[in-house]
């Protein structure tokens, strides 16, 4: 039975379905710009909209929060900000080093690390179940109020690093299990079948692939850590968006949440581009072994 | 035509569509300017007939307040239950523009959004809210209903209840409320060395107190009184400071022609001595509290 | 240790004993789940001998080979190295493993490091070679093998052929008593092949004690000692090479030996 005849197959596709057919160009980009202008009328010819554009984008608000004036009863949003980055930063450190501590015990098969496994088990079941904010109040409040020596008295920014470190590291400790676990088995035969011990083979071997693996999500978490921050300001500490809270409720302007949402931006956006950029450049290295 | 030519029709018609719906709905509390030349219209008749018009809900006044309302403003929790200095004022302003108490609705306002733009679900707001220029320009203030002086309060445990020369001020921690104009006070008048602590809530500040995470917080006097002498055991009002002028306000949206008439019953309530009466008996300000320095 | 030239050769049996075998194995049994791989095998492999395992695919050679290194544990029998049990629990299998050297068919080399700390990683952590000692070392083996322009680069830079034989460069770094070699040309480019069977016959005359599954029967005709078909679990039928592949003494075998022919592979 002979085959049946194609079809023409050098007939011109259709022409709403090439991306690089120039007029697809033409019609993609003419309908964003038609989309985002018709959004940009409502919001402009909205009833309400000068007075949203006045306490939402006002731009002398927006520089006065920015710069702050404490004798006017607030502080400046851009400072405030410094109080964030090094929060996080100090928290992402040890967020860090406590979830590969967390996951390598629940990975661990010997019988005598098993009361520690059932305490990372509890442990992550825990701060994953319980919403940061109380986590932030139950520490941020809880431990001044036993008045131990020493460690009552600590900042609010301390006791808000030591909360977003006790949730975080749960989540994070997960991404590790998940990386470790995703290091093909035959990895681990090799490492063992050269002699190398359970840890040295993590340590050499599985650990430095699983990260590979995981830093997409790991910037991911950090990326939510940096905004998670914002809920410290509860304690009283005052960082960007206390600062900005200040400022709305001393003059009753929200102009300075856009400033801080804007610094957030700033300091986020760069942050996903080297992500993208870090994936696709590690993609080449993982694909060694026998496929050639 | 073009798929791109109907796409830049249909979304224009779309936008122009929904911006002629909206302002022909009625423009109530959207404009501005235009509602403070028509309250001189109404100046003439602040009855309860008078001011329906103006009204967030008919035949009712709605007053706003946060959650908690703290004692000495309110009692209990319950606005309605009119004890407490500013729930007093509110059924005192009532009745002057002719309304029952059972004509007063309360309603609940986070202080947060309190100013937010755009119509407000109240007629008025009353939570300890300062005046300021730059308030109002976002809303509507009455005149003052009560002349604002701040406090410090600190547990007797505390070196700041014998050492307060404006030297040692300087050296402690302090403690306050966000919104509150205590922030503005301390940075500007007692201009502390270390940064103040800025919580919340109220409760939020009296637990840092309790804690000793703070040497000392600052509100107004009669918030002050009724923490140390009811609130928190072991605290003492500290002394009170000199007035800078500061009032509160009750908060009208921006424009609300309502003000006029609020601001008359304000004025007869001041006149008759009422206001003064609700002060002695809520507010026990003690005319033994030391005034200091900051 | 410092026998670097003769790296390739395997040392005197650690016993002292020159009767015991290298390598025993009696009635090895390994099931995975219900299903029953290895029901009884029994082997004894002598120092310098080169033992090929043939036998059709699903018939256990890999599991014997891991078995063997202990990658997997046993349900019955023991496993003797130099005369010493090695498939007792309580043994230290690091220790062990320090001493057989596995190669397997994809490879497995360390792709987050260069060829030169693939080799010279295991020689550092575990025998606690210098680096110093241990690039020397690793140099030496490379150059050995044509590989020595290579060091530097990563495994995705090389072929299949290449990296199989930097394996075997890794395995031999850590100088075995024994080489187990798990089907190491089958994931190769035919033209790829040569080269490792070339790197494979010059150990054996070096004297390497080495235990080899493959497919390449003419491989095996040529290095091997002895030729070792397994079917069923068992080792049905072992001899030399000559012996076995003309006249097979089993009908398993006659069988799987004409399917090999047919398929043009012998």
Redesign the interface.
Same mark, same amino acid.
């Given at each position: 039975m002979e085959a049946q005849g194609l079809p023409d197959l050098s007939a011109r596709r259709s022409r709403l379905l090439g991306p690089s057919d120039r007029r697809g160009l033409i019609l993609s980009t003419t309908s964003t710009v038609v989309v985002l202008a018709a959004l940009l009328a409502i919001f402009w010819l909205a009833p309400g909209s000068a007075q949203v554009r006045h306490t939402f984008f006002n731009p002398a608000d927006m520089w006065r929060s920015f710069v702050g004036d404490p004798k006017a009863g607030y502080y400046s949003v851009g400072a405030a900000l410094w109080l964030n980055i090094r929060m996080f930063v100090a928290a992402e450190i040890l967020i860090l080093i406590v979830a590969l501590f967390v996951a390598i015990i629940r990975l661990s098969t010997g019988p005598v690390l098993l009361p520690l496994r059932v305490v990372a088990t509890v442990y992550v079941d825990v701060a994953r179940g319980v919403p940061l904010i109380l986590v932030i109040f139950a520490i941020g409040f809880g431990v001044p109020a036993l008045q131990l020596q020493g460690i009552s008295s600590q900042s609010a920014a301390i006791y808000g690093v030591a909360a977003l470190v006790f949730s975080y590291s749960a989540y994070v400790s997960e991404v590790y299990r998940a990386g470790i676990n995703a290091v093909h088995r035959? &990895?681990v $035969? $090799?490492?063992?079948?050269?002699?190398?011990?359970q840890w =040295?083979s993590m340590r050499?071997?599985i650990l430095? &692939?699983a990260i590979?693996t995981i830093i997409p999500p790991l910037l991911n978490d950090f990326i939510s850590l940096q905004k998670d921050t914002a809920l410290v300001g509860l304690l009283g500490a005052i960082e960007a968006n206390k600062a900005a809270e200040i400022y709305s409720d001393t003059v009753f302007n929200y102009s300075s949440y856009t400033v801080a949402a804007i610094l957030f931006l700033l300091l986020t956006i760069p942050l996903a581009r080297f992500t993208d950029h870090l994936i696709a450049r590690d993609r $080449?290295?993982?694909? $060694?072994? =026998?496929e050639? | 035509m073009t798929v791109a030519a109907w796409a830049a029709i249909a979304a224009l018609t779309a936008s122009a569509g929904l911006a002629g719906c909206a302002s022909s709905s009625g423009s109530s509390a959207g404009a501005g300017a235009g509602a403070t030349s028509s309250a001189s219209a109404s100046t003439a008749s602040c009855t309860f007939a008078g001011v329906q018009d103006e009204l967030y809900g008919k035949g009712v006044l709605t007053v706003a307040t946060d959650q908690p309302a703290y004692p000495p403003w309110f009692e209990n929790n319950k606005p309605g239950n009119g004890q407490g200095y500013e729930s007093a004022v509110a059924y005192a302003v009532a009745a002057q523009l002719g309304f029952k108490p059972s004509q007063v609705k309360w309603a609940y306002e986070p202080f947060d959004s309190s100013y937010a733009p755009g119509p407000k679900k109240f007629d008025f707001d009353i939570n300890e809210i300062s005046y300021s220029a730059q308030r109002a320009q976002a809303v509507t203030f009455s005149d003052s209903y009560y002349d604002v002086q701040q406090a410090l309060v600190a547990l007797k445990s505390s070196p700041i209840v014998t050492k307060h020369s404006p030297e040692d001020l300087k050296t402690y921690v302090y403690g306050d409320q966000v919104g509150t104009t205590s922030l503005a006070f301390i940075n500007s008048q007692i201009q502390p060395t270390q940064t103040p602590k800025v919580f919340e809530t109220l409760n939020d500040v009296k637990q840092a107190l309790q804690t000793k995470q703070i040497a000392a917080l600052v509100t107004d006097t009669p918030t002050a009184q009724y923490i140390s002498s009811s609130e928190i055991p072991g605290s003492v009002m500290v002394a009170q400071f000199p007035s800078t002028g500061e009032h509160y306000g009750l908060l009208f949206a921006k424009g609300n022609p309502l003000v006029t008439c609020v601001n008359k019953a304000l004025a007869t309530l001041k006149s008759n001595g009422t206001l003064a009466k609700l002060t002695s008996k809520y507010l026990q300000i003690y005319t033994s509290v030391p005034t200091i320095k900051p | 240790m410092g026998r670097t030239g003769e790296v390739f050769r395997s040392g005197e049996p650690a016993s002292g004993s020159g009767e015991a075998a290298a390598l025993r194995i009696e009635g090895l049994r390994k099931s995975f789940g219900a299903h029953e791989v290895l029901r009884g095998v029994d082997l004894a492999v002598a120092s310098h001998e080169v033992i090929c395992l043939i036998g059709a695919s699903g018939s256990g050679k890999s599991t014997l080979l891991?078995c063997v290194?202990l990658?997997e544990r046993i349900e019955a029998g023991t496993i003797w190295l130099d005369g010493q049990p090695i498939s007792r629990r309580g043994v230290d299998?690091? +220790?062990v493993?320090?001493h057989? %050297?596995?190669v397997?068919?994809?490879?497995?080399?360390?792709?987050?490091m260069t060829v030169e700390r693939n080799v010279t +990683? /295991?020689p550092m952590?575990? +025998?606690g070679l210098s680096r110093s000692e241990a690039v020397s070392q690793a140099g030496e083996l490379l150059e050995r093998f044509g590989l020595g322009e290579k060091r530097a680069d990563?495994?995705?830079r090389l072929? %299949?052929g290449q990296?199989q034989r930097v394996a075997i460069v890794? /395995?031999l770094a850590?100088r075995p008593r024994l080489m187990l070699l798990d089907e190491v040309t089958s /994931?190769l480019?035919p033209e790829l092949v040569a080269d490792v069977l070339d790197v494979i016959r010059e150990l054996a005359e070096g004297g390497m004690t080495m235990l080899i599954a493959t497919h390449e029967m003419g491989f095996a005709r040529d290095i091997a000692s002895r030729v070792c078909f397994l079917a069923d679990g068992q080792i049905v039928e072992q001899a030399p090479p000559a012996q076995l592949f003309s006249q097979p003494s089993d009908e398993r075998t006659r069988r799987f030996l004409r399917r090999i022919t047919d398929a043009g592979r012998l």
């Amino acid at each position: 039975m002979e085959a049946q005849g194609l079809p023409d197959l050098s007939a011109r596709r259709s022409r709403l379905l090439g991306p690089s057919d120039r007029r697809g160009l033409i019609l993609s980009t003419t309908s964003t710009v038609v989309v985002l202008a018709a959004l940009l009328a409502i919001f402009w010819l909205a009833p309400g909209s000068a007075q949203v554009r006045h306490t939402f984008f006002n731009p002398a608000d927006m520089w006065r929060s920015f710069v702050g004036d404490p004798k006017a009863g607030y502080y400046s949003v851009g400072a405030a900000l410094w109080l964030n980055i090094r929060m996080f930063v100090a928290a992402e450190i040890l967020i860090l080093i406590v979830a590969l501590f967390v996951a390598i015990i629940r990975l661990s098969t010997g019988p005598v690390l098993l009361p520690l496994r059932v305490v990372a088990t509890v442990y992550v079941d825990v701060a994953r179940g319980v919403p940061l904010i109380l986590v932030i109040f139950a520490i941020g409040f809880g431990v001044p109020a036993l008045q131990l020596q020493g460690i009552s008295s600590q900042s609010a920014a301390i006791y808000g690093v030591a909360a977003l470190v006790f949730s975080y590291s749960a989540y994070v400790s997960e991404v590790y299990r998940a990386g470790i676990n995703a290091v093909h088995r035959s &990895q681990v $035969a $090799a490492a063992r079948s050269l002699g190398l011990s359970q840890w =040295a083979s993590m340590r050499y071997v599985i650990l430095p &692939q699983a990260i590979r693996t995981i830093i997409p999500p790991l910037l991911n978490d950090f990326i939510s850590l940096q905004k998670d921050t914002a809920l410290v300001g509860l304690l009283g500490a005052i960082e960007a968006n206390k600062a900005a809270e200040i400022y709305s409720d001393t003059v009753f302007n929200y102009s300075s949440y856009t400033v801080a949402a804007i610094l957030f931006l700033l300091l986020t956006i760069p942050l996903a581009r080297f992500t993208d950029h870090l994936i696709a450049r590690d993609r $080449a290295r993982r694909l $060694a072994g =026998a496929e050639q | 035509m073009t798929v791109a030519a109907w796409a830049a029709i249909a979304a224009l018609t779309a936008s122009a569509g929904l911006a002629g719906c909206a302002s022909s709905s009625g423009s109530s509390a959207g404009a501005g300017a235009g509602a403070t030349s028509s309250a001189s219209a109404s100046t003439a008749s602040c009855t309860f007939a008078g001011v329906q018009d103006e009204l967030y809900g008919k035949g009712v006044l709605t007053v706003a307040t946060d959650q908690p309302a703290y004692p000495p403003w309110f009692e209990n929790n319950k606005p309605g239950n009119g004890q407490g200095y500013e729930s007093a004022v509110a059924y005192a302003v009532a009745a002057q523009l002719g309304f029952k108490p059972s004509q007063v609705k309360w309603a609940y306002e986070p202080f947060d959004s309190s100013y937010a733009p755009g119509p407000k679900k109240f007629d008025f707001d009353i939570n300890e809210i300062s005046y300021s220029a730059q308030r109002a320009q976002a809303v509507t203030f009455s005149d003052s209903y009560y002349d604002v002086q701040q406090a410090l309060v600190a547990l007797k445990s505390s070196p700041i209840v014998t050492k307060h020369s404006p030297e040692d001020l300087k050296t402690y921690v302090y403690g306050d409320q966000v919104g509150t104009t205590s922030l503005a006070f301390i940075n500007s008048q007692i201009q502390p060395t270390q940064t103040p602590k800025v919580f919340e809530t109220l409760n939020d500040v009296k637990q840092a107190l309790q804690t000793k995470q703070i040497a000392a917080l600052v509100t107004d006097t009669p918030t002050a009184q009724y923490i140390s002498s009811s609130e928190i055991p072991g605290s003492v009002m500290v002394a009170q400071f000199p007035s800078t002028g500061e009032h509160y306000g009750l908060l009208f949206a921006k424009g609300n022609p309502l003000v006029t008439c609020v601001n008359k019953a304000l004025a007869t309530l001041k006149s008759n001595g009422t206001l003064a009466k609700l002060t002695s008996k809520y507010l026990q300000i003690y005319t033994s509290v030391p005034t200091i320095k900051p | 240790m410092g026998r670097t030239g003769e790296v390739f050769r395997s040392g005197e049996p650690a016993s002292g004993s020159g009767e015991a075998a290298a390598l025993r194995i009696e009635g090895l049994r390994k099931s995975f789940g219900a299903h029953e791989v290895l029901r009884g095998v029994d082997l004894a492999v002598a120092s310098h001998e080169v033992i090929c395992l043939i036998g059709a695919s699903g018939s256990g050679k890999s599991t014997l080979l891991r078995c063997v290194n202990l990658l997997e544990r046993i349900e019955a029998g023991t496993i003797w190295l130099d005369g010493q049990p090695i498939s007792r629990r309580g043994v230290d299998e690091n +220790l062990v493993r320090r001493h057989i %050297g596995i190669v397997f068919q994809s490879f497995n080399l360390f792709p987050h490091m260069t060829v030169e700390r693939n080799v010279t +990683l /295991a020689p550092m952590k575990v +025998l606690g070679l210098s680096r110093s000692e241990a690039v020397s070392q690793a140099g030496e083996l490379l150059e050995r093998f044509g590989l020595g322009e290579k060091r530097a680069d990563y495994p995705d830079r090389l072929s %299949g052929g290449q990296q199989q034989r930097v394996a075997i460069v890794r /395995a031999l770094a850590m100088r075995p008593r024994l080489m187990l070699l798990d089907e190491v040309t089958s /994931a190769l480019d035919p033209e790829l092949v040569a080269d490792v069977l070339d790197v494979i016959r010059e150990l054996a005359e070096g004297g390497m004690t080495m235990l080899i599954a493959t497919h390449e029967m003419g491989f095996a005709r040529d290095i091997a000692s002895r030729v070792c078909f397994l079917a069923d679990g068992q080792i049905v039928e072992q001899a030399p090479p000559a012996q076995l592949f003309s006249q097979p003494s089993d009908e398993r075998t006659r069988r799987f030996l004409r399917r090999i022919t047919d398929a043009g592979r012998l």
